[in-house]
């Protein structure tokens, strides 16, 4: 594992895996979706809204995958020192506050049709919009250290100390009352039936592979902007010792 | 269930923005990717 955090090593092996991912994931979560669409029946008390299904959960999936992520890396650079690890964070914020936004709207849009109203002050919907909030905050104060020249390890204090919502989003609708419905799919039991579930899980996976796509792409992209930088300020001295 | 309400307009309305959301992130990635790259490796060729 230490040794990917070689960015040598790192661009080489993200060179294929990048288009690997994304083309993969655009293929699954295309089919996915229109499976979800297209052939899942109507269900007997969603109707049709039941399909919204196959985009919000992933894009909730993601929203709070995106942030774990964020936090396992913070972990990693705060642990090892890893610069590596400290880019992966950053590179999971856009997409993962994307997701949420996702998300959230999606969920409205259901929330409609099934519960009569676009929004609710819950425990669920609530933790879910703090999530947004805290990707903001991430993504401007990662902007900031790197424009003003602050401590990474900040932001990375940041994920960690967020990543305590995420707990409270996933266990939300156990401990408060809630229009969401429960969890339906917890290790080793699903209450979802199979023609729901199987599209689902495609749905899921090619979500996933997208994001992780997505994540190389971004940091991939603030490699190549540190390196840029750091090319241009050497031929700067260089110009400056001549 | 509410009925009266066009159901098929929700699902469109969720999976239009949920299938555009994600293709402008997925263009937007990899197209500040290769500009950012480009950038780098003609600094290097310089």
């Known amino acids: 594992m230490h040794g990917f955090a070689n960015p040598r090593r790192f661009l080489s092996l993200a060179s294929w895996l990048t288009p690997a991912l994304l083309v993969s994931g655009l293929v699954l979560t295309a089919g996915a979706l229109a499976w979800g669409l297209l052939a899942v029946p109507p269900d007997r008390l969603m109707g049709e809204t039941v399909r919204i299904l196959f985009i919000h959960v992933p894009s909730a999936w993601l929203g709070m995958g995106g942030w774990t992520a964020i936090a396992v890396s913070s972990i990693a650079f705060l642990v090892w ?6 880019t992966a964070a950053r590179a999971a914020a856009v997409p993962g506050m994307a997701f949420t936004a996702i998300c959230l709207l999606t969920g409205s849009i259901w929330g409609r049709p099934a519960w009569g109203t676009w929004w609710v002050w819950d425990g669920r919907l609530t933790s879910m919009l703090v999530l947004l909030f805290l990707y903001a905050g991430y993504v401007a104060l990662a902007q900031a250290v790197e424009r003003d020249g602050g401590s990474p390890r900040i932001p990375a204090i940041f994920g960690l100390v967020g990543a305590v919502n995420i707990p409270i989003i996933n266990r939300s609708v156990v ?4 229009l969401h419905q429960p969890p339906s799919i917890t290790i080793g039991k699903s209450a979802i039936d199979p023609e729901f579930l199987i599209p689902l899980l495609v749905a899921v996976l090619g979500f996933s592979l997208l994001f992780g796509g997505v994540v190389l792409a971004r940091m991939r992209a603030l490699i190549a902007e540190m390196q840029h930088e750091a090319r241009l300020r050497r031929k700067a001295w260089e110009a400056i010792d001549a | 269930m509410h009925e009266g309400l066009d159901q098929w307009g929700f699902v469109i309305a969720a999976y239009a923005l949920g299938i555009a959301g ?16 480009r950038r780098r490796d003609e600094v290097k060729r310089r």
Do not use: D, Q, V
């Open chain 1, 81 to 86: 020192k890893h610069p590596l690890a400290a």
């Open chain 1, 175 to 178: 401990w408060w009352n809630s």
């Open chain 2, 22 to 37: 994600t293709l402008l992130l997925t263009g937007w990635s990899w197209i500040s990717m290769r500009r950012a790259e």
